[in-house]
């Protein structure tokens, strides 16, 4: 039931078709390499606020919390950028809703086949094979091989990822929140 409302939620607030405030802009600029910033910049405006509102929630929790001193832009760049995949697909709020119900009624494996069909019935299998085709777009911006890990894996369950556990647990739980 929490998908069900979670997606509810994501659902209403793009709607509004409203983007990140300049202030959360300029820091994603910040944050990642040009070329990421190109692929993010490509997405919905409220797939980059959501982005934005993740990695924010993500980097508040990180403050003071370094992991080893491990360096955390990997991980702020995976907030920001796990979802990237979407742009191929190129569906508004009412496709994705569309092809969310489909997924659901004939199989979410069936759907992501499609994806080599042509017209709206591939960009239909495209969204749902978002994870894979986001990990290829960053594999060519030249992320962080875990960024990229992150983007393959975050519909997967817990322990098939690859990521440290303590950073994909926070990611995990802001993008599902």
Known sequence: ??????LTRRFFAALTNRGPD??????????????????????????RRHSASIARQVE??????????????????SALLHDIGKIEADLGTWGRVFA????????????RRWAHDDGYRGRVGSYLRHPAIGAELLRGAQS?????AW???????????????????????????
Do not use: C
């Open 1 to 6: 039931m929490g998908e069900f409302w979670h």
């Open 22 to 47: 300049e202030t959360d802009r300029v820091w994603v600029e910040s944050v990642l390499s040009a070329r990421e910033y190109a692929l993010w910049a490509r997405q919905y405006p409220p797939d």
């Open 60 to 77: 508040r929790r990180l403050v003071g919390e370094p992991a080893s001193g491990e360096d955390t832009r990997w991980v702020l760049a």
């Open 100 to 111: 969310t119900v489909i997924a659901k009624t004939v199989g979410s494996e069936r759907v």
């Open 144 to 148: 962080d091989p875990r960024t990229i």
């Open 151 to 177: 983007a393959a894996e975050h519909h997967q369950r817990p322990d098939k990822w690859t990521v440290p556990v303590e950073f994909a647990q926070v990611l995990h739980e802001f993008d599902n929140d």
